[in-house]
């Protein structure tokens, strides 16, 4: 075994050359296990190793920096940096993240989970570092999907105007979450293939490399000669146009190759982009062939590569099922996505109803703003994009689209509190967002049937940008509640009768039996913790307590005197919400009630922390939303009442 030898990038340099084929082996084989337990990202982990590996024997680090971005492809980086033993805990709670963290280790500079950041980090650190008379390397390793968003370019043109000495890997695998689309996508590619260019190039290189290379005028003058050489001979590509060099694509499975490039250009005072292709998913066979499932995944069976299939619909799943049946209804509905059509449940639409369908790429911003277009030259846009990354286009929402009070439909997948990703992938930020944005109406549906009725709506009957959020969860079973008719700013009113009949029966019979008035509790809630919710008022009806549910179907807007003509007869109202606490809907609530005279309410939500690792039930633990925490909120209250 080698792999369990590496405690640092140091063990790893003294290898020979010939045991790295060996080292590679073994590292996949861990990352496979790991994954296979725990759940998630495969294909771009195993298609990084030789490239992970030839980066570490040639810098420094963490005296040189080595920035991931996303990091969701940093498992063997860390593997290589000391966390071998503590690899088996990656994504469980107390674990490793499935992403870079600064308190993890020295190696990892920032802490990431988002696309497109890394090259602007990368020259930041680099320019700090340079000021205080620092010479020591960064380099940015960045995919080609996440080169889809603006943010690389801006920072790819900086880059190119304060002329450091950047190191950015381009890791050309075809891939984002989805298959890469657009321009740049077939502008890489066609990079990629042209092998004439490459072997001109090299010769070009090697012709002009033995020119002497000083910071004096003559130095100067020889770098435009070398420029200008190569301008002769060559077409200049979009990256030297920047004032890069461009060095590439490389095989990004040939660590020799590598190594001796990374050698060279870590001599080269100016920004380098260095081109390498790799192969997502390589050597599983399963996640060669389907590496967009395989991008993030949850525990599989590693002999056949199959997961485990769920017998209840999810609400991706719905969501999925409702756009096939909406595409159809209307050629005006049109349906945007940012790199993940897969994971909002985009692709059968995608397939089905392909000229109304736009992979944007990792560009949330301008998926945003496409769709206010759409709306405004009179198509219906369903933007599907998972709540963490609707952050990114803050301003976009706002001036493009609800200043204008144009018709788009947002699909906010992953709401809540999302399993396994971590502090950055957690979509409880959403309504204190989006809810102060003026014309935006907002849903948070809490099953198929509810799904269906909401996406209707929305898409047929509503006016301006509407926004619906679910969680990454399956559907609950259905009561008849939930096939209400939509009342604009009405939630769904669900008595214990309903959804707890037997145990309703039970309570109310041991109630007269006793000659007792029980103490009554309306939990209401956001669609997306309702399971919770639910969970928490049958254990409160078992302990004598009456607890009815009073569903969110609207978040915004919020018909008041509905409400509180419910609320009046109750003894605590206790908002449960799957979003942070400040600026949410449970704060609104609150506010109402008490400027009605209604003193009896609290709320419990997310707090103004970040979320760590864990499953959805660890999550929600830490956060107090649990159902035992939520059922001992009321039964806290009662005691003090009496």
Same mark, same amino acid.
């Given at each position: 075994?080698?792999?369990?030898?590496?405690?640092?990038?140091?063990?790893?340099?003294?290898?020979?050359?010939?045991?790295?084929?060996?080292?590679? /082996?073994?590292?996949?084989? &861990?990352? #496979?296990? @790991? %994954?296979?337990?725990?759940?998630?990202?495969?294909? !771009?982990?195993?298609?990084?190793?030789?490239?992970?590996?030839?980066?570490?024997?040639?810098?420094?680090?963490?005296?040189?920096?080595?920035?991931?971005?996303?990091?969701?492809?940093?498992?063997?980086?860390?593997?290589?940096?000391?966390?071998?033993?503590?690899?088996?805990?990656?994504?469980?709670?107390?674990?490793?993240?499935?992403?870079?963290?600064?308190?993890?280790?020295?190696?990892?500079?920032?802490?990431?989970?988002?696309?497109?950041?890394?090259?602007?980090?990368?020259?930041?650190?680099?320019?700090?570092?340079?000021?205080?008379?620092?010479?020591?390397?960064?380099?940015?390793?960045?995919?080609?999907?996440?080169?889809?968003?603006?943010?690389?370019?801006?920072?790819?043109?900086? /880059?190119?105007?304060?002329? &450091?000495? #950047?190191? @950015? %890997?381009?890791?050309?695998?075809?891939?984002?979450? !989805?298959?890469?689309?657009?321009?740049?996508?077939?502008?890489?590619?066609?990079?990629?293939?042209?092998?004439s260019y490459q072997e001109l190039r090299h010769k070009i290189d090697r012709a002009v490399d033995l020119l002497p290379n000083s910071e004096n005028h003559l130095g100067k003058f020889i770098y435009r000669f070398k420029r200008g050489l190569k301008g002769l001979l060559l077409t200049n590509n979009l990256f030297v146009d920047l004032g890069f060099e461009y060095v590439g694509p490389l095989d990004g499975h040939n660590i020799t190759q590598m190594e001796r490039m990374f050698r060279r250009v870590s001599k080269i005072p100016r920004p380098v982009v260095v081109h390498v292709v790799t192969k997502k998913g390589r050597g599983y066979s399963p996640a060669e062939n389907d590496p967009a499932t395989f991008h993030g995944i949850g525990p599989f069976n590693t002999s056949d590569g199959v997961v485990e299939k769920f017998d209840?619909?999810?609400?991706?799943?719905?969501?999925?099922?409702?756009?096939?049946?909406?595409?159809?209804?209307?050629?005006?509905?049109?349906?945007?996505?940012?790199?993940?059509?897969?994971?909002?449940?985009?692709?059968?639409?995608?397939?089905?109803?392909?000229?109304?369908?736009?992979?944007?790429?990792?560009?949330?911003?301008?998926?945003?703003?496409?769709?206010?277009?759409?709306?405004?030259?009179?198509?219906?846009?369903?933007?599907?994009?998972?709540?963490?990354?609707?952050?990114?286009?803050?301003?976009?929402?706002?001036?493009?689209?609800?200043?204008?009070?144009?018709?788009?439909?947002?699909?906010?997948?992953?709401?809540?509190?999302?399993?396994?990703?971590?502090?950055?992938?957690?979509?409880?930020?959403?309504?204190a967002l989006f809810r102060s944005v003026p014309n935006i109406t907002m849903l948070s549906p809490v099953s198929q049937k509810d799904l269906d009725l909401c996406m209707d709506w929305a898409v047929f009957n509503a006016q301006g940008p509407v926004m619906l959020r679910w969680p990454k969860l399956s559907c609950p079973s259905e009561i008849p509640a939930f096939s209400a008719p939509i009342e604009i700013g009405r939630g769904l009113y669900v008595r214990n009768e309903e959804f707890a009949p037997a145990v309703s029966t039970s309570f109310m019979g041991n109630l007269i039996e006793q000659k007792k008035v029980p103490f009554s509790v309306l939990l209401v809630c956001t669609g997306g913790i309702y399971t919770e919710t639910l969970t928490a008022a049958r254990s409160l009806l078992l302990k004598g307590i009456s607890a009815d549910i009073f569903i969110l179907r609207f978040i915004k807007p919020f018909d008041e005197n509905y409400f509180l003509d419910i609320a009046k007869d109750y003894d605590y109202i206790l908002v449960v919400e799957d979003g942070i606490l400040e600026g949410g809907i449970g704060e609104y609530i609150s506010r109402v009630l008490l400027l009605n005279g209604k003193k009896n309410i609290d709320v419990i939500a997310f707090p103004d922390k970040f979320c760590h690792n864990g499953n959805r039930e660890q999550i929600l633990e830490d956060a107090g939303l649990s159902p035992e925490t939520i059922a001992e909120r009321v039964i806290q209250y009662e005691k003090k009442r009496t």
């Amino acid at each position: 075994m080698l792999l369990q030898n590496i405690h640092s990038p140091e063990d790893l340099k003294k290898l020979s050359e010939d045991s790295l084929t060996a080292l590679a /082996a073994e590292i996949r084989r &861990k990352i #496979l296990d @790991v %994954v296979g337990k725990n759940g998630g990202h495969l294909a !771009s982990n195993l298609g990084i190793v030789e490239l992970t590996i030839a980066l570490h024997r040639v810098f420094n680090s963490p005296k040189d920096a080595i920035v991931w971005d996303v990091s969701h492809q940093s498992y063997p980086h860390k593997l290589l940096t000391g966390r071998y033993q503590s690899f088996s805990t990656i994504r469980l709670k107390d674990g490793l993240s499935g992403f870079t963290r600064i308190s993890e280790s020295p190696h990892d500079y920032f802490d990431a989970g988002h696309s497109s950041s890394s090259i602007s980090s990368a020259l930041g650190l680099l320019a700090a570092w340079r000021l205080q008379g620092r010479n020591d390397k960064v380099v940015a390793v960045i995919g080609d999907g996440a080169l889809t968003g603006g943010m690389a370019f801006e920072a790819l043109s900086h /880059a190119g105007q304060l002329s &450091k000495n #950047l190191i @950015v %890997v381009l890791n050309d695998n075809q891939m984002s979450i !989805s298959p890469n689309t657009g321009a740049i996508s077939r502008y890489l590619s066609k990079l990629s293939m042209s092998r004439s260019y490459q072997e001109l190039r090299h010769k070009i290189d090697r012709a002009v490399d033995l020119l002497p290379n000083s910071e004096n005028h003559l130095g100067k003058f020889i770098y435009r000669f070398k420029r200008g050489l190569k301008g002769l001979l060559l077409t200049n590509n979009l990256f030297v146009d920047l004032g890069f060099e461009y060095v590439g694509p490389l095989d990004g499975h040939n660590i020799t190759q590598m190594e001796r490039m990374f050698r060279r250009v870590s001599k080269i005072p100016r920004p380098v982009v260095v081109h390498v292709v790799t192969k997502k998913g390589r050597g599983y066979s399963p996640a060669e062939n389907d590496p967009a499932t395989f991008h993030g995944i949850g525990p599989f069976n590693t002999s056949d590569g199959v997961v485990e299939k769920f017998d209840a619909l999810s609400f991706t799943e719905a969501f999925s099922s409702k756009m096939l049946e909406l595409g159809k209804k209307d050629g005006r509905i049109a349906a945007v996505t940012a790199a993940m059509a897969k994971g909002t449940g985009l692709d059968a639409f995608s397939r089905r109803y392909r000229e109304r369908f736009f992979d944007v790429g990792i560009a949330e911003e301008h998926a945003v703003t496409f769709g206010g277009a759409l709306a405004a030259g009179g198509m219906i846009p369903v933007v599907a994009i998972y709540s963490t990354f609707m952050q990114r286009s803050t301003d976009q929402v706002i001036e493009d689209v609800a200043l204008q009070n144009r018709h788009v439909v947002f699909a906010l997948d992953r709401a809540g509190a999302v399993p396994g990703d971590g502090e950055t992938h957690q979509g409880i930020f959403d309504i204190a967002l989006f809810r102060s944005v003026p014309n935006i109406t907002m849903l948070s549906p809490v099953s198929q049937k509810d799904l269906d009725l909401c996406m209707d709506w929305a898409v047929f009957n509503a006016q301006g940008p509407v926004m619906l959020r679910w969680p990454k969860l399956s559907c609950p079973s259905e009561i008849p509640a939930f096939s209400a008719p939509i009342e604009i700013g009405r939630g769904l009113y669900v008595r214990n009768e309903e959804f707890a009949p037997a145990v309703s029966t039970s309570f109310m019979g041991n109630l007269i039996e006793q000659k007792k008035v029980p103490f009554s509790v309306l939990l209401v809630c956001t669609g997306g913790i309702y399971t919770e919710t639910l969970t928490a008022a049958r254990s409160l009806l078992l302990k004598g307590i009456s607890a009815d549910i009073f569903i969110l179907r609207f978040i915004k807007p919020f018909d008041e005197n509905y409400f509180l003509d419910i609320a009046k007869d109750y003894d605590y109202i206790l908002v449960v919400e799957d979003g942070i606490l400040e600026g949410g809907i449970g704060e609104y609530i609150s506010r109402v009630l008490l400027l009605n005279g209604k003193k009896n309410i609290d709320v419990i939500a997310f707090p103004d922390k970040f979320c760590h690792n864990g499953n959805r039930e660890q999550i929600l633990e830490d956060a107090g939303l649990s159902p035992e925490t939520i059922a001992e909120r009321v039964i806290q209250y009662e005691k003090k009442r009496t």
